[in-house]
């Protein structure tokens, strides 16, 4: 079935709204958005502004997700993506990671990396980072909240412009700690 991007357009608010309180989303902040929550953010610009886009991922005609684009005049963009429940597990997760990482890097010169984080939980989340070529640079400890009052680890991931162009990736160098004792 054929996947598809469209631009959200600031005229498709309500629809907005509707998809975000209209489902759960497990691996983020708030996993249920009341309306009026989704509405705010709308209105702060969080969703289309110079600083942001973002994309209905479309399969078989149907809104099955959404991909956000964030800190676009910066060098180094995020993104939040979110994928209907019942489109869970299909790849679109996948699919969406791979067009958006060309969408920035082909519409974006300035741009050097893109940066995504999750939580540790979210294996689906960072398999589809990895078959994209990108790079877990982070692992931070307690730092995500999840809505039951726990906290779960943060990874963070990252692909460089140079690896996503040569097809390769490049990997931290995980030992450069200084000997702890040392002057």
């Not at 991007?5 to 983020?28: I, K």
């Not at 959404?66 to 939040?80: A, G, N, Q, W």
């Not at 809505?147 to 162009?165: C, E, F, H, S």
């Amino acid at each position: 079935m054929e996947i598809t991007f469209e631009r959200f357009e600031p005229a498709q608010a309500q629809e907005l709204v509707e998809f975000l309180s209209g489902d759960t989303w497990p691996f983020h902040g708030t996993a249920a958005v009341d309306p009026a929550q989704a509405r705010q953010w709308i209105e702060e610009g969080r969703y289309d502004d110079e600083d942001h886009r973002s994309f209905w991922i479309r399969r078989g005609g149907e809104r099955a997700g959404l991909v956000r684009l964030t800190d676009l005049r910066d060098p180094t963009p995020l993104f939040d993506l979110r994928i209907r429940s019942r489109h869970r597990g299909r790849g679109l997760g996948t699919a969406a990671v791979a067009w958006l990482t060309a969408y920035v890097f082909d519409g974006f010169p300035a741009v050097r990396r893109i940066e995504a984080a999750t939580r540790q939980d979210n294996a689906a989340m960072r398999r589809a980072l990895l078959r994209n070529g990108y790079v877990k640079e982070a692992h931070h400890r307690d730092a995500w909240p999840t809505p039951d009052g726990g906290v779960r680890d943060a990874v963070g991931y990252a692909i460089l412009r140079r690896d996503w162009l040569a097809g390769t990736t490049t990997v931290p160098d995980w030992d450069d700690e200084p000997a702890a004792g040392a002057g």
